[in-house]
């Protein structure tokens, strides 16, 4: 069994050591002083300093990479927290908070996979903090939900996030009111699990759920008596490193310098004349010496526009092209690379930001002399600015959010392969239930519709038989 104290000293001799990739954000050196924390590490692994050693490594270097000690509502796609797929409410029979994933509001595809992962980070982010260290239970409302629902890429990130880098964070996974048709796949996640987290999940219904959630904490559509609905509250929640209330100097790219480079503060102001894609991060591809990237910018103003693109590391980054003119309704790719530094490159890239500035215009022919002067003195220009902060996808940090490939995933990943052909082998099995399920309900109509109609003829038929029959009656018995 290790020590709190001789699990920390090992640490700090590998961060000293350089081991930890991409460095160390202060604010998690700060954190790994307190006792707390550090022991959750050793919770995670039942005492084993080797592997809990490890964890802090794999967790400070993914924390670098992923940005998570800097995010916050300011850099995340608030439309997707308030349509309220997951939130907090609640607490478990042992006072910890209830997570709650609603699995009928996600469809797989429907929203960008890397701003999901993004929200989840804020809202672990956010309860750890708040919660001081304490942990929290996981609640899959399976209620009304069908294979459309099930996404297996999103799930096992869920369970990477608990399983690599959110030490001892995980009370309780509740399965609520499962259809049996997603049984394999949770066979599945189950695989993906370690023992102590399959120990801890639970499938409950409304008749069993008080066993584990108190009925005033539990949600009405539950059986409980909380009949509360969603509505985000900001908790003017800060990231860990707060820079809100900092300047960052930007200069043209490929200067030597910054001596003489504008400042601008966080605020972007309104969002009319230009759109970004992707909006507030660019994730750079490193295949070698230079990690490059793109990004697309669109001018949604009435009118012309011309723009500039800065950046805080104007000799470590190559921007092309940097100053344009855009018509209105027209877009232009912008493509980026980080130089080779001779540092890591996620070190380099998590401190790097660019700012992209543009300025209705009414010379749609500006040469490159005139957007130079137009340039030259911005503060007689209307401007509008947005942000673009950096990540590196390396071989160390896949884009599937910091997994790393040295985890022993490779049968698990055979599995969920299967299962997703096997999901879409049902699916498009159901497809064609439905389309033969229509034409028999249209053939079915018309049976009826043919009986309906023969039986009236069958009907009037015999009607007018009869008045036949009277008929040839009465001529028959005249004297």
């Known amino acids: 069994m290790g020590s709190v104290a001789g699990l920390r000293t090992q640490w700090e001799a590998k961060v000293a050591a350089g081991g930890v990739a991409g460095g160390v954000h202060p604010a998690d050196a700060a954190r790994m002083q307190d006792d707390s924390f550090v022991q959750r590490f050793l919770e995670q692994h039942d005492g084993d300093a080797a592997l809990a050693l490890q964890m802090m490594v794999d967790t400070c270097a993914w924390r670098t990479s992923f940005g998570a000690n800097v995010i916050s509502e300011s850099n995340i796609n608030m439309d997707y ?28 595809g429907q929203r960008s996979f890397d701003e999901l992962m993004r929200c989840l980070v804020y809202w672990f982010e956010r309860l750890d903090r708040i919660d001081n260290n304490r942990q929290i239970s996981v609640f899959f409302d399976m209620a009304d939900t069908g294979i459309s629902n ?21 009370n309780y996974i509740f399965i609520y009111e499962m259809p049996w048709v997603l049984n394999a796949a949770f066979k599945v996640i189950k695989t993906l699990l370690p023992a102590k987290a399959v120990a801890k999940m639970k499938f409950i219904t409304k008749t069993g759920i008080s066993l584990f959630i108190p009925l005033d904490q539990a949600q009405k559509s539950w059986g409980g008596n909380d009949d509360y609905t969603f509505s985000f509250v900001s908790t003017n929640f800060p990231s860990a490193n707060d820079t809100s209330t900092k300047k960052v100097t930007f200069a043209d790219p490929g200067s030597p310098g910054r001596e003489n480079a504008p400042e601008y503060g966080d605020s972007d102001g309104g969002h009319s004349m230009m759109k970004l894609s992707p909006r507030d991060t660019i994730v750079f591809k490193n295949d070698g010496a230079e990690a490059g990237s793109s990004f697309t910018l669109t001018n949604s103003h009435n009118g012309y526009i011309a723009y500039k693109i800065k950046t805080t590391a104007p000799e470590k980054t190559k921007v092309w092209p940097s100053v344009g003119v855009l018509a209105s309704g027209k877009s232009e790719v912008i493509k980026l690379s980080l130089t080779a530094t001779g540092q890591a490159p996620s070190a380099a890239a998590a401190r790097i930001k660019f700012l992209i500035v543009c300025t209705p215009i009414n010379n ?35 884009k599937n959010g910091g997994v790393e490939p040295s985890v022993q995933v490779t049968d698990n990943e055979k599995q969920i392969t299967v299962l997703n052909q096997a999901v879409a082998s049902i699916k498009s099995s159901q497809d064609v239930l439905d389309s033969q399920l229509k034409s028999l309900k249209t053939v079915q109509l018309v049976n009826v519709t043919l009986s309906a109609l023969l039986l009236g003829l069958i009907i009037y038929f015999f009607r007018s038989f009869g008045q036949s029959s009277e008929a040839f009656g009465e001529f028959c018995n005249r004297p």
Do not use: N
């Open 81 to 108: 927290i308030r349509e309220a797929l997951f939130y907090p409410r609640g607490r478990d029979v042992d006072g910890c908070t209830i997570f709650i994933f609603k699995g009928k509001k996600h469809v797989k």
């Open 364 to 398: 749609a022919s500006m040469t490159p002399q005139e957007l130079a002067e137009l340039w030259r003195d911005m503060s007689k220009l209307s401007i509008e600015q947005h942000r673009l902060r950096c990540t590196v996808q390396t071989a160390e940090f896949p």
């Open 150 to 170: 099930l996404d297996m890429e999103f799930t096992r990130y869920i369970i990477t996030l608990f399983k690599l880098y959110y030490p001892d964070f995980l």
